[in-house]
């Protein structure tokens, strides 16, 4: 079972959007995966319309045992093989960094839990932990726990700072908590190809990470607020943006799968064969 956390320190760059896409392409795979919703927006819980549970992720945190993720994780209305560990606005009350930081590891102990004892037939094989846009004690928790990072950002003047400041809090969590810790990228989303200001935030972005800048981006397409809006993943809504959308999507999943695989120092032997070049978009300009 490989962990992702899907953050940024920033809000409103598309955060869920590439945790939701990740999972689309999951699906498409086969993948069984579950997606932590650790956001008190709750907005992956809302796309992916889980039926009612007895229990949240609020709940796991404060307890996390068996029982209680029996009763906070759900099926989606996507697929059988998509569960949701269901998020709660109640979240925002356990955010606060407090003084007893071995609370950090509950989210840990949970989904070892899952890895050690699977509910149901068959494991979860990837864990997307949707975190929410601050450093509070849930993204602290959800890095503890994760095996790798992806840092999502927009290509706007403040990018290149939240993603620096992203950057910095997964190097403390590694060097503090959890040495297997690794940023898989930072992927662009809602790029523009065709705007200079964001070619130009692009080369601001690999100026300071390099080959960590995934050389795809997510294009800005009005595809993803409708397949969204329609609870439906982007791998299944029939438009020209949202078939583009999805082979991006297959990228970021393939690369995350590939680093389950490869040591801690792949992005280092990766780095000068991507930082060649302009990101682009998977299938040039088209819309949808």
């Not at 059988?80 to 071995?102: K, Q, S």
């Not at 726990?145 to 939240?162: F, K, N, Q, R």
């Not at 200001?197 to 972005?205: P, Y």
């Not at 009005?222 to 969204?228: C, S």
């Amino acid at each position: 079972m490989h962990t992702v956390a899907v953050l940024s320190l920033k809000g409103g760059v598309g955060k869920t959007t590439v945790a939701l896409g990740i999972a689309s392409a999951a699906m498409r795979r086969g993948i069984r995966t579950l997606v932590a919703d650790l956001d008190p927006q709750g907005n992956a819980t809302a796309s992916l319309d889980p039926p009612y549970t007895d229990a949240t992720l609020a709940d796991v945190l404060e307890t996390p045992h068996r029982a209680v993720l029996q009763q906070a994780i759900a099926a989606s209305v996507w697929s059988p093989d998509i569960h949701v560990l269901v998020g709660a606005e109640e979240l925002e009350l356990l955010n606060e960094p407090g003084p007893d930081e071995r609370r950090l590891t509950n989210l840990s102990r949970a989904l070892d839990e899952l890895h050690d004892a699977p509910l149901g037939d068959k494991p979860y094989e990837l864990v997307i932990l949707d975190c929410p846009p601050s450093l509070g004690r849930l993204t602290k928790s959800a890095l503890v726990a994760a095996d790798s990072a992806i840092l999502v950002t927009e290509p706007t003047m403040y990018a290149v700072a939240g993603a620096q400041r992203a950057l910095e809090a997964i190097e403390k969590i590694r060097d503090e908590h959890n040495p297997g810790l690794r940023a898989v990228g930072v992927l662009v989303n809602r790029l523009r190809p065709r705007s200079h200001e964001h070619q130009f935030r692009i080369a601001e972005l690999r100026e300071s990470f390099g080959g960590l800048v995934m050389p795809t981006a997510i294009p800005d397409r009005m595809a993803i607020q409708q397949a969204q809006g329609a609870c439906s993943p982007i791998h299944e809504w029939h438009s020209p943006g949202a078939q583009e959308i999805a082979l991006t999507f297959n990228m970021v999943l393939a690369k995350i799968l590939r680093s389950t695989r490869a040591g801690r120092h792949r992005i280092d032997n990766e780095t000068e064969a991507e930082t060649t070049g302009p990101i682009e978009t998977v299938a040039g300009d088209a819309r949808g």
